[in-house]
């Protein structure tokens, strides 16, 4: 009876154990070729962002709301000349290297803080939750 038992623990355990290595480590995304460069990436995410706040601040019903944001983001696709699947692939890329993701966004919320501040050059300083007002 314990060797059927070994047998049957031997069966189960021997394919986990050969597919735990493919488990430990992802397989590493090729670079498209078609890749968009971080910058132009980062003004692209700051205006799909801004796109996607005024859609969602309008009054449209959500499948009215949806059907405008498709329409305007493939119009934003067509300003920056980029193609949807080039921008799904370098997006999915940037993806799965979360540094340069972290970095894109760091730089899409300098944009538009940099936008808010152009809209509102007259707003409050930044404070601290727990300070007084900075200054620069």
């Not at 430990?24 to 132009?40: F, G, S, T, V, Y």
């Not at 205006?47 to 019903?61: G, I, K, T, Y």
């Not at 696709?77 to 949807?84: G, I, M, P």
């Amino acid at each position: 009876m314990k060797s059927f038992r070994r047998c049957c623990l031997g069966l189960v355990l021997a394919p986990l154990l050969l597919a735990l290595p493919a488990c430990q480590r992802p397989e590493e995304a090729p670079m498209p070729a078609d890749l968009i460069p971080r910058e132009h990436m980062a003004q692209m995410l700051a205006d799909l962002h801004q796109l996607e706040a005024q859609v969602e601040s309008s009054r449209l019903s959500p499948d009215s709301g949806r059907a405008l944001y498709l329409a305007q983001h493939k119009s934003l696709l067509w300003k920056h000349e980029v193609t949807d699947s080039a921008f799904q692939r370098s997006y999915r890329y940037y993806g799965i290297h979360g540094k340069d993701l972290n970095e894109i966004y760091a730089g899409v919320i300098d944009t538009l803080n940099h936008r808010e501040t152009k809209l509102n050059p007259a707003s409050k300083p930044a404070t601290d939750q727990w300070g007084p007002p900075k200054t620069n």
